[in-house]
């Protein structure tokens, strides 16, 4: 029962990425952190590996052989290193679980199929034992996607298995005239991009969990990357699938718009794992650019460089690839070296960045088009030297919240969007919420994801850890939640629902919206083993 490939291995179980990257906070910035917010090492340091708690395993071992006949022993894995590394996701309040040496949501047992016969033969046995099935792609949910609900209303399992998508990883085919490839769920972002880079492709999708986060979780999450306003959002990208659900397998998407009735691919990206496994994607790919080329301006505040960035979205002519804009809280840390991080102060106005991927000449005609916008606007232009910074430093951010959390300090981040004329409110809203119930954090924003009709707002909060620090976040989480629902936003743009959004979806879409999704469900999985407790309401 032992076997290296699972998806989450190489993941250090208690935090973010690759155990070998992770780096102290330097003496000087803990001392800033001291005396800025106040943060103190905390009381009990973080649990060992041999100190986690879980479950015994409640999966008869009769179950546990009747999977094992259908993805081999090897592929089936009930020891404490796979269960404790399929425990949740990557949310704060999960690594905080998980530090504090709480594995109570483990799985009993970890499932790796290795073709979609095998997904859809694993289902139909869960189904008929009633057993919980979470499809696990990188294992970086932060919106509590990850935790069955093994009892009470929703539950009543006999287990819980996670479905690790790992094994199935491979380019099943390239369709070069149609600019389509078909890719299996369970490749990693990297992966899948060294695959598609031997065919000269990309995908372009670039989300900050690039370097864990797999295609399938992308397709199911909705997620966004830093390159959406060039490559478009992952659920743009997805030309068709195929899903296989207790029920029965759905092949969709035969044409790259159809006017046959609803489009059933809407049902499946954003489900999370509730009304079925996603097995393949037929992606939309893009010509690897031949140039990357990053520059930074600078907006007198906020409001200024939102306005900039409408204009680039809302002009006839394509944006930039990335374009990203830091409020002046954001602009003030990121500007700061870790040692005069208190002196730069509030007037270095906001940092914008745009990057330009392509062809040589397309790069440059699109660089001219976005300078004379960004000049009209207000922006003063910087040189590459803050864009290439951004671009080299774009997947560090989440090692430093591990040494953030070990020195005391509470952070996580969360987001939202709506149209461009409620934007300014939302911000406020968001903004004051989690003032009000933290005290005195950093509360920092910017924006990433821009339409021609709104854009999306992504804050990062930073405080002092309380001793109770599950509460001080859930508090702070419950405020934004309910400011962002009051001030007409939507509950996530592309992190999801999860557990943790469900109220939230719920007031969102209302009783006949949540019934919708209910009836799909009770086709799809009459049993209700998929991913039990998610997004619906
Ligand atoms: C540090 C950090 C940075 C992040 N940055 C971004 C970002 O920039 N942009 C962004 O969009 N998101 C971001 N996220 C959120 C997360 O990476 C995304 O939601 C991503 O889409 C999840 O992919 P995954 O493979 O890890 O999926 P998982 O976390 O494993 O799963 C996510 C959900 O999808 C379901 N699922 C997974 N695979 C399948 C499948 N094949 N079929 C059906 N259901 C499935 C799971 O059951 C779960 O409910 C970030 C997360 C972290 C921790």
Known sequence: MESPLTAAEPMLWSGWGDPAKAAELPAPVRDLLAQLLGVRAPATPAATFGEVRLPPVALPPPLLAALAAIVGDEHVRADDDARIRHTRGKSTPDLLLMRAGDASDAPDAVVLPGSHDEVAAVLRLCAEHRVAVVPFGGGTSVVGGLVAARCGSEGGFTGVVALDLARLNRLVSVDPVSMIAELEPGLRAPQAEQLLTAHGLTLGHFPQSYEYATLGGFAAARSSGQASAGYGRFDDMVAGMTVATPRGTLEIGRAPKS???????????????????????????????????YEGWRFAGFAEGAAAMRRLAQQEAPPPTVLRLSDETETM????????LGAAGRDSGCLLVAGFEGSTGDVAYRRDLAAAVLVE????????EPGDAWAQGRFSAPYLRDSLLAAGATVETLETACFWSNLPRLYDAVRLALLGALGSPLVMCHISHVYATGASLYFTVVTAQTGDPLGQWAAAKRAANEAIVQAGGTISHHHGVGRDHREAYAAEIGDLGGEILRGVKERLDPAGILNPGVLIP
């Open 259 to 293: 006017a046959a009735g609803p489009d059933l691919r809407q049902v499946f990206l954003g489900s999370e794992g509730a009304f079925g496994v996603i097995t393949s994607l037929r992606l939309r790919v893009r010509r690897a650019p031949a140039v990357r080329a």
């Open 333 to 340: 840390v990121g500007l700061a070296k870790p040692t005069d």
């Open 377 to 384: 606007a207000g922006g003063v232009h910087l040189g590459p």
